[in-house]
Structures are given as C-alpha cells and as structure tokens.
C-alpha cells in the first residue's frame, strides 16, 4: 500500500481521487463536532476567504489530500482559487511566474526557485496550477533574511536597503507574545536568549506569509486562497493565522490541522479541538519520512 501511494503521489499527482484515500484519513468538523468529507469542508468556504491547512512536512497522506483539496477548490471556484505556499520565498516569486507560464524548463524552475528538497510533495499542486494557469503565491522570507534575524534579531531588517524591504512585510515586525510564546518555548524546551532571536524568525516567516496573502486578496478580490504551511505556524489560529487577521481584520479565515496520529483507529477528537476548524488525523502507517 505505501509503494502504491508514493506512485500515486509522483506519476499521476492531478488524478489522485480521494476515495483511494477514504480508509487512510478522519474529516472532523469542530463545529459540528461530527465527521465530514471534504466536500463539505469545500462548501464551508463559500463563507470564508482562505482556508489553511496546516501540514506536517512529512505527512505522505496530508500532501495528497492538499492537492485533492485543491483540486476541489478549483473544481467549486473556477480561477478563483490562489494557493499560497510556504515553501516558496517572496523573492522568486518572478520564477515561479515564469515557470507557470510555461516559459523556463522544470529543471531551471527547481534550481532557481530553492524548492525544498521534498518538492515531489508539493509538485503535483504546481503542475496542477500550471494545468490550469492559476497563480500561486510564493508566500516566505528569503532564507537570508531568516537567518540575519536569527543572528541579529529582528531590528537587523531596518537597516536593508530599499529594494529588499520590497521582499518583506512592513517593518518593524512585531513579536506575538502570550500563548504562541508560551507554546514555542515549550517546543524548545525553554526561555533562552538563542531561542528568542529563533522565535523572532518564526514571527518573520508568519508576517511574510500573512502580508502577502493579503496583499494578493487585496488586490484582487472574491478569491479563494488556499494557505499551505507547517502546521505550527496556523495551529490554535494562532502565527501566520494571526498575523493575517491583524492585517485584514474583515477576512473569513478556515483553518486544518493535519498530521498522523496513533489514536488513528478512534481519535481523541477532544484532545484536538482547539487546533482548528477541521482536524484530519491520517495513518501513520503510510507517513513517510523524507
């Protein structure tokens, strides 16, 4: 069944069906507080203007039921539905323009874009995009501002010159204290000086992702935007999910959390509840570390 899913996920990304996975995921509505499929979670969105789904980078089942997702999207709001990625950085953006246009090779597109190592994960949603030329949403900072900010904090953006402040959100950025703090802190085993310049580079790729998205929606409107991130960053609706209320404050935001758990078989779903509006726990038996 594993070697099945990979070639399902690698050599036929746009035909995947959700039924092949209907035994290997769980759709939990919070609200509802019942079981659902994705289309109804589809439906949900007809109220909303971005859906996240907050992924674990590993998650063989999760990768594919974003494409699925996607797909459905698409499907539901034809050339209304933006996925925003945070595997891309806001300054290839121009590159991966190029490359939805059909205009520079795979393999350029690949190396000049820094796609993750992983990116056969997320390659079927940008075949799928090109398919049927919609935008995506190169939504991170740059790893060279990362790691300035985990060396200098996040006061070292001030001092870049105006063209790369172009690549970043509005400066200075703030650092979300309470119960994302608490919780990073716990991750990492701590309050340290090391970990705060950390967690100061965490808040930068929040507000990159949410300022972008925002800036997209704002300038063009009734889209559906389709947020694809580590589910740390949009758990509890808190990080990039935040930092996107604050900048738009009249945006109707949904949010997944998905990840693979043990309890599979019959989920805790109280013990998930507050992560997000919907919780789809996958088999960890076909999680595959990459």
Not at 65 to 75: F, G, P, V
Not at 83 to 101: A, C, G, K, R
Request: net charge positive; with cysteine; aromatic share 12%.
């Amino acid at each position: 069944m594993k070697n099945l899913l990979l070639s399902i996920t690698l050599f036929f990304p746009i035909a995947l069906s959700a039924q092949n996975l209907k035994l290997d995921y769980k759709i939990y509505d919070v609200k509802k507080k019942e079981r659902v499929a994705i289309e109804d979670l589809i439906k949900d969105m007809d109220a909303a203007n971005v859906l996240f789904f907050g992924e674990e980078h590993n998650d063989s089942v999760g990768h594919c039921l974003e494409a699925e997702i996607y797909k459905h999207l698409n499907e539901k709001y034809p050339k209304k539905a933006i996925l925003s990625l945070e595997m891309f950085h806001t300054d290839v953006q121009p590159v991966l323009n190029e490359y939805l246009s059909g205009i520079i090779s795979e393999k350029n597109f690949i190396k000049e874009s820094r796609a993750w190592p992983n990116y056969k994960d997320y390659r079927p949603l940008i075949e799928y995009a090109k398919q049927h030329g919609l935008p995506v949403i190169a939504a991170n900072a740059a790893t060279r501002y990362s790691n300035a900010v985990t060396l200098g904090g996040l006061d070292v953006l001030i001092g870049l010159p105006k063209t790369s402040k172009g690549f970043l959100p509005p400066l200075p950025i703030d650092t979300a204290t309470g119960k994302y703090l608490d919780k990073f802190n716990k991750t990492l085993g701590g309050h340290s000086m090391g970990n705060m310049k950390i967690y100061q580079t965490q808040n930068l790729w929040d507000a990159t992702m949410a300022w972008f998205i925002a800036q997209f929606i704002k300038a063009n409107k009734d889209v559906k935007v389709f947020q694809i991130n580590g589910r740390f960053h949009s758990d509890e609706k808190l990080g990039t999910l935040a930092k996107l209320q604050k900048y738009s404050p009249k945006l109707k935001i949904l949010n997944i959390s998905a990840f693979s758990d043990q309890s599979f078989e019959n989920p805790d779903w109280e013990n998930f509840k507050n992560l997000g509006d919907y919780i789809i726990i996958t088999n960890p038996k076909l999680k595959i570390s990459y």
